[in-house]
């Protein structure tokens, strides 16, 4: 072949003289080895696989904001609602400090209102319960003033609120504290002017494992139906017939039921999935918070003379 001819060839077929000089420098003879590798310390190693690394997320999230996990029943269920409720939850929280507290936290709200003196009203109790999820979520404070039982139920993301404290932090045996209402004086009684009880940073919250006693009847509820672990003296106002038939009603075997179980409960998936989501700005809310306490806490020196 002369060389026209060979000039010829290569303008005909250019593709194969561009593959001609770049072959030299591929890369691919390199790398082969280099993937084998990687694929042989992804079998010897597999919890380098990026779906097997443990979440940032702590676990303890989903008993402090529990209200951000969506309702467990199915049928109230709505993905879109459920994901602009918690951008609201979070703006919210951006504008007021809600700290972490739970049933039986000691617990004072400073509220806007027109007919009160200031325009603010505060209200101090124990937290006797919490319920519901998303913007419903609510939570109910009980004291005694006054030798009368006084209870206000608060939004806990209501615009009108003003101010959330957590003077005592602290959980209870059950998970409601609605017993109180039939409960003795002296278990739901707070002075307005308690001094915050601070709980040093990194401790974990304390159960309080006290056991409240009882008035006689009537009562706000069957009490000898529930299964109540911070009640000392049910049994004593309770009489045979109201006995038995609490044993007749009662139902041991839902706890084995496990389709119940499943229906109530929020998978873990879910749950890290959601506060994957939202943990960006509540660990930084957090953060905020941890320093505030810690100006708070700090004292001062006085000059020397």
């Known amino acids: 072949m002369n060389i026209i001819q060979k000039k010829l060839f290569v303008s005909h077929f250019p593709v194969l003289n561009v593959v001609r000089r770049l072959a030299p420098l591929s890369t691919k003879t390199e790398l082969l080895p280099t993937a084998t590798a990687q694929q042989q310390s992804r079998q010897t190693n597999p919890t380098t696989n990026s779906s097997e690394r443990k979440s940032i997320v702590p676990p303890e999230y989903r008993f402090v904001y529990q209200e951000f996990l969506p309702d467990p029943k199915i049928e109230w269920r709505n993905p879109i609602r459920e994901k602009l409720e918690r951008l609201d939850m979070l703006d919210r929280r951006a504008n007021i400090d809600i700290a972490e507290f739970y049933v039986g936290s000691v617990v004072a709200v400073t509220s806007s ?41 608060y939004d806990m993301y209501d615009p009108t609120l003003l101010k959330v404290e ?15 209402r039939d409960a003795l004086d002296e278990y739901s009684t707070f002075s307005l002017n308690m001094e915050p009880d601070i709980l040093p940073e990194g401790a974990p919250v304390p159960v309080n494992d006290i056991k409240v006693t009882l008035k006689p009847r009537p009562w706000y509820a069957r009490w000898e139906r529930h299964e109540l672990r911070g009640v000392a003296n049910v049994e004593e106002h309770t009489n045979e017939k109201k006995r038995l038939k609490a044993e007749r009603l009662a139902t041991p075997w839902e706890k084995y039921d496990l389709m119940k179980e499943y229906r109530k409960s929020i998978p873990e998936e879910e749950q890290k999935e959601i506060f994957a989501e939202v943990y960006s700005q509540l660990h930084q809310l957090e953060l905020s918070r941890k320093k505030m306490k810690r100006k708070r806490t700090f004292v001062k020196p006085t000059k020397l003379a």
């Open 113 to 153: 209102d027109v007919h009160a003196v200031g325009k603010t009203s505060r209200f101090l109790g124990i937290c006797i319960l919490k319920e519901k999820c998303g913007l419903r979520a609510r939570f109910i404070l009980r004291n005694v003033i006054d030798n009368q039982g006084m209870e206000v139920m």
């Open 166 to 180: 957590v003077l005592r932090l602290e959980k209870r045996l059950d998970d409601h504290l609605l017993y109180l």
